[in-house]
């Protein structure tokens, strides 16, 4: 059975930092491309971060700010978000990805807000 597991969100204020964790189960983590995506109220979810085969990516809005790693032998996606601004605000979800195979997270829950 396919799980990925999010954890980390939480409440925290503009500046601040958040490390967002996503452990994974069921499949063979290592081949899949592992990515961060993010939905904000009213909007579309949208591409945060993209980790595979040793190369990553992000969307401008976070360049600079989030870092994505993997820990393959422990079968888990991270996000590190630093100097987290308001617009930042957003349900984070985790996305298992090859070929025609696509898994999803259920999402945690980041607020950035004084």
């Known amino acids: 059975q396919v799980q990925l597991v999010e954890s980390g969100g939480d409440l925290v204020q503009p500046g601040g930092s958040l490390r967002l964790s996503c452990a994974a189960s069921?499949?063979?983590?290592?081949?899949?491309?592992m990515s961060w995506y993010r939905q904000a109220p009213g909007k579309e979810r949208e591409l945060v971060a993209v980790?595979?085969?040793?190369?990553?990516n992000y969307a401008d809005s976070v360049k600079g700010r989030f870092t994505i790693s993997r820990d393959n032998a422990k079968n888990t996606v991270y996000l590190q978000m630093n100097n987290l601004k308001p617009e930042d605000t957003a349900v984070y979800y985790c996305?298992?990805?090859?070929?025609?195979?696509?898994?999803w997270g259920q999402g945690t829950q980041v607020t950035v807000s004084a």
């Open positions: 996305n298992a990805a090859r070929s025609y195979t696509n898994y």
């Open positions: 069921g499949f063979i983590f290592s081949i899949y491309r």
């Open positions: 980790s595979a085969g040793g190369i990553t």
